[in-house]
């Protein structure tokens, strides 16, 4: 009676202390039924808590039972079938009968493998993405504490910063490294100011696209742009893109700025400005050009000389001179 007592006192410091894959999901007086007839081979004497220890070394301390129960969310139900599927039909065996400690160690150790080689075939955990968004597909299922560790990431990632040209498309994706629910749902938002906060946003578009694009930007198209993804209205993920758009005369206007700025400093600290040459330098353009250049320009001359020519030919042919014409006439008179 004193055994059976330590060893309920043993099995539930076990428990307390530290979880593991057995605790999660045997029943402690099943556990009792288990090691009510384990006998201590070397002096004969029945010890249930000798019993709990043997339990406690084979699956709770045993890296590779932790390991193979890393499973992705949704396969816990399926470890517990199958390590009920091994130490049930041990219990049923040794309920309320005698087995020496070498026979307990024995039989445990194959159910332990026979649990490791099978939780290691089922789907694992995609893992956890940084930084950000709740990612269900990523929680790994821990023995030591019997529930699913979650990423723990926070919803709202990081705004990514966007500077674009006036007049240029500007394209914004609401992507994620993680694997999403094939039942989304994607809402974008827009505000003027440069924030996270959600009151400030006000909803632009609702539906499944992932792209939000504008065709031509335009200094007033900046500010902050937000994308919320959901499943079963359950918020996945919040992405942040922070636009700029510069106006095409910005440099103009930043160098004009810059002057006026110089202008107002002390006196004394105006930077002087260089003489400037009386004329100007004309770089002339390269070889290779300047050959085409010439060579175009010969050919027009030529090809207006040409046409010059022709029409030249083309008048005396079709007007001819009425001296020359007459000469011609009387040498045929005489002739003939």
């Known amino acids: 009676m004193f055994g059976l007592r330590a060893g309920l006192l043993l099995l539930g410091s076990l428990i307390h202390a530290g979880l593991s894959c057995y605790q999660c999901f045997i029943d402690s007086d099943d556990s009792v039924r288990l090691c009510w007839g384990h006998i201590i081979t070397e002096y004969n004497v029945r010890n249930i808590d000798a019993c ?37 039909p041990i ?29 290691s075939g089922l789907p694992r955990a995609s893992g956890c993405f940084p930084p950000c968004g709740f990612q269900a597909l990523g929680a790994v299922y821990n023995c030591l504490s019997c529930q699913y560790d979650t990423c723990e990431f926070p919803l709202d990632c990081p705004p990514r910063e966007i500077t674009e040209e006036e007049n240029n498309r500007t394209q914004m994706w609401c ?44 200094p007033e198209h900046s500010g902050t742009y937000q994308c919320e993804i959901f499943s079963q209205e359950r918020s996945l993920v919040r992405i942040y893109f922070h636009l700029t758009v510069t106006p095409r005369a910005v440099k103009g206007h930043v160098e004009l700025q810059d002057v006026f700025d110089q202008a107002l400093l002390p006196a004394g600290q105006f930077p002087l400005m260089l003489p400037q040459p009386p004329f100007a330098v004309v770089q002339l353009p390269g070889p290779d050009l300047l050959t085409v250049c010439l060579t175009s320009l010969f050919l027009l001359l030529f090809l207006i000389l040409g046409v010059l020519f022709w029409s030249s030919y083309k008048r005396k042919v079709n007007n001819p001179d009425p001296e020359l014409e007459s000469h011609r006439t009387r040498y045929v008179l005489r002739t003939a």
């Not at 043997?54 to 699956?59: A, P």
């Not at 396969?75 to 517990?80: F, H, N």
């Not at 065996?93 to 080689?117: G, P, R």
């Open 91 to 119: 219990i049923e065996e040794f309920d309320q009968k005698m087995n020496n400690d070498t026979v307990y160690k024995a039989m445990l150790q194959t159910a332990a493998d026979n649990f490791i080689a099978m939780a």
């Open 175 to 218: 992507k994620v490294p993680f694997v999403l629910p094939s039942d989304i749902q994607i809402v974008w938002r827009y505000t003027e100011l440069k924030t996270v906060l959600l009151s400030r946003f006000k909803e632009v578009t609702v539906g499944v696209d992932k792209l939000y694009s504008i065709p031509s930007a335009r």
């Open 52 to 88: 709990f220890i043997l339990l406690d070394k084979i699956f709770n301390h045993e890296q590779k039972v932790i390991d193979a129960a890393k499973v992705g969310r949704g396969y816990d139900s399926v470890l517990k079938e199958l390590l009920m599927g091994e130490i049930m």
